[in-house]
């Protein structure tokens, strides 16, 4: 079986975010960039597969984006990725995540993957699109956030357990399928020196939009939204500190929840 | 395409979501701008409750496909079904709420019908040229931008919950149903079990008011404080995920980047900082109270109310007074 991992590479969390002047972007420079923290548990979960099967072949490592993309794939490949691929083209910077997914099913579709891994969302977009979506593209069923992966004996099919409201809800799915990972699936192992060392000698794969299969026409044919007029979020209205004893700030508060805010 | 508004409007065991009937109220809007329609539609089995809570928020049709094969949540049928009644309705925007189902669904859902997505919506409006343009937060709520979709296609939006208020006074809807049409294929994804977590306390993305608690809790014990506070306010209870990994609650409670984003009416948060990665599961909510022994915590800067005290005197007193109130 050879398995795929889709990462990102996306802002730090705790990066401060700060909007351009023309608010069509936020600026780029001096951001520090991190493997997607759900991508994480993806390449985790696909090296532990590996580690426990002797069915798997390869693990593959997919990002698509800036040649600075070359540092998070160098992570992945020291987690214990075989081999990468790297889109990289100034087109695709314009895709929206709807398009981002029909390129990427077109690169996967022949490959001869069975099983996909892909964070739950993306940190920076936020908007978690991209698995379900690239699941449709390949016309393959997906499991979203996944807390659980058990794969069958026999390597056709598989049990997980998702995250819903108020609930856990354990599906049974056929083999080919993508799993996209939510926190609590597995925690990525931290890459040692030598193995980073090693991750320099392993196969990237460099492809541009002219090496995907129809680009054009499967990009024309879905999404195209555009992302304009960045901002700041809303500001919240400057807060109220209640002072005194605990006896009088209590009562204070619930009154104010009550009367003012109406909340309760 | 025609001018009508679609809404999927999302139900478990006939109960529907309130975030999905939220969106009927920018359905309203929408469609009177645009001349169109306000079409509901419900897939499940069973869904005869569902169907009449659609009704009274005063939606001009209710399609409903009901099958056997759609009782419980399948992200392969319900896609079936969804595109199959876009194709009838030819809708020029779908709704449904941001939820795990929606957020599931809709890239599928988009992919298949070659529509254009926008996820967890907080504002929509659609322009004078007919494009619908919408509001989103990103980066982990630390900005937000305009999403612009391209007219020639569907626009497909999920809402975040209580960003709109629920329509009442509505009555008689065209009712309709079209059958499920199994793709081939529809049946690799199998539900084996729904497990409820969390016993009788409301789940966080479920609940208008969340009691969170944080490191400060020191142990799982003093988690009663707040569940005390939360049975009072008929609230779920929430944690940091600091309050998880030392294991004071399960994860499933976490609220924040890595945790459950939550848009609650009213936030309690409890001996919790305010970290970056906490803000970004929690900013979004209507009123938030912060309680924290230290004037400098990062929360106080997005709090409606703080009180800078010891949360162990002060919770008790609080669900003292919430009691009294209701008594
Ligand atoms: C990739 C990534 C993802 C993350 N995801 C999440 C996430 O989803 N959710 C999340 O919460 N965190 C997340 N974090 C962790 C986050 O950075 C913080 O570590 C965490 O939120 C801290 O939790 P806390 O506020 O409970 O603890 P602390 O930061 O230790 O804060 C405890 C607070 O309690 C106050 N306090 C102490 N005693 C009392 C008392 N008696 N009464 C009142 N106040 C008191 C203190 O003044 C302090 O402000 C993530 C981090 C990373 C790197
Ligand atoms: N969901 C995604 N998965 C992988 N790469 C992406 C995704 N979305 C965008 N990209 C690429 O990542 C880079 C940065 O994207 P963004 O920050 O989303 O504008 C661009 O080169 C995009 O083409």
């Not at chain 2, 084996?192 to 008011?209: H, N």
């Amino acid at each position: 079986m050879k398995i795929l991992v889709v990462i990102k590479q996306v802002p730090d969390s705790t990066t401060n975010i700060k909007i351009r002047p023309d608010g069509e972007d936020i600026e780029r420079s001096g951001i520090k960039m991190v493997v997607d923290p759900f991508d994480e548990f993806a390449i985790e979960q696909a090296v532990q597969l590996k580690e426990k099967r002797s069915d798997v072949e390869s693990v593959t490592a997919l990002i698509m984006g800036p040649a600075r993309c070359s540092e998070a794939l160098r992570t992945i490949l020291a987690v214990g990725a075989d081999d990468a691929i790297h889109l990289q083209d100034e087109a695709f910077e314009k895709l929206d995540e709807l398009q981002v997914a029909a390129t990427l099913g077109a690169v996967i579709k022949d490959g001869g993957y069975e099983l996909v891994f892909r964070g739950k969302q993306e940190i920076d977009l936020d908007s978690g699109q991209l698995g379900p979506a690239l699941a449709e593209a390949l016309d393959w069923p997906h499991v979203g956030a996944a807390t659980k992966f058990e794969p069958a004996e026999d390597g056709k099919s598989f049990t997980a357990n998702r995250r819903i409201e108020g609930a856990d809800e354990r599906v049974e799915v056929r083999l080919p399928a993508l799993v996209t990972c939510e926190k609590g699936l597995c925690e990525m192992r931290y890459p040692s020196l030598p193995n980073l060392m090693k991750a320099k000698r392993k196969p990237v794969k460099a492809m541009t939009a002219a090496d995907v299969p129809g680009f054009a026409e499967i990009t024309a044919g879905v999404g195209g939204s555009e992302m304009h007029q960045f901002a700041p979020p809303p500001q919240r209205p400057p807060g109220r500190i209640l002072k005194g004893e605990a006896e009088e700030t209590a009562k204070e508060l619930v009154k104010l929840l009550r009367e003012e805010a109406k909340a309760i | 395409m025609t001018n009508d508004i679609l809404i999927f409007v999302e139900q478990r065991d006939d109960r529907v979501h309130p975030g999905a009937l939220q969106c009927v109220t920018p359905g309203k809007s929408l469609a009177e701008k645009a001349g169109g329609k306000v079409v509901a539609c419900i897939v499940g089995d069973n869904i005869d409750g569902a169907t009449s809570a659609v009704e009274q928020t005063g939606v001009d049709r209710i399609i409903t496909v009901s099958d056997p094969a759609l009782k419980m949540y399948s992200a392969l049928r319900y896609r079936t079904a969804l595109a199959a009644v876009m194709e009838k309705v030819e809708p020029r925007v779908v709704l449904m709420a941001a939820t795990f189902m929606g957020r599931d669904l809709s890239p599928r859902v988009a992919m298949r019908t070659k529509a254009a997505l926008a996820t967890d919506v907080i504002e929509l409006d659609l322009t004078g040229d007919g494009e619908l343009d919408i509001v989103r937060p990103l980066y982990n709520g630390k900005a937000t931008c305009h999403v612009k979709f391209p007219k020639d296609r569907p626009a497909i939006a999920t809402i975040r919950a209580n960003t709109f208020p629920t329509p009442t006074g509505g009555s008689g809807a065209a009712r309709e149903d079209l059958p499920y049409t199994t793709l081939d294929g529809d049946d690799r994804i199998n539900v084996l079990e729904i497990a409820k977590t969390g016993g009788d306390v409301k789940d966080v993305t479920e609940a208008d008011i969340i009691v969170s608690g944080g490191r400060a809790m020191k142990n799982e014990d003093n988690f009663k404080l707040i569940f005390e506070l939360a049975k009072e306010l008929d609230a779920a209870v929430g944690a940091s995920r600091a309050a998880c990994d030392a294991g004071y609650q399960p994860h499933s409670r976490q609220v924040g980047l890595t945790g459950k984003t939550v848009t609650p009416k009213l936030y309690i948060a409890c001996g919790i900082s305010g970290a970056i990665q906490h803000m970004a599961g929690m900013r979004g909510s209507k009123i938030i109270v912060a309680i924290n022994t230290d004037t400098e915590a990062p929360i106080f800067n997005i709090a409606d109310y703080g009180i800078v005290d010891d949360l162990f005197k002060v919770v008790p007193i609080l669900t003292e007074e919430v009691l009294r109130l209701k008594g």
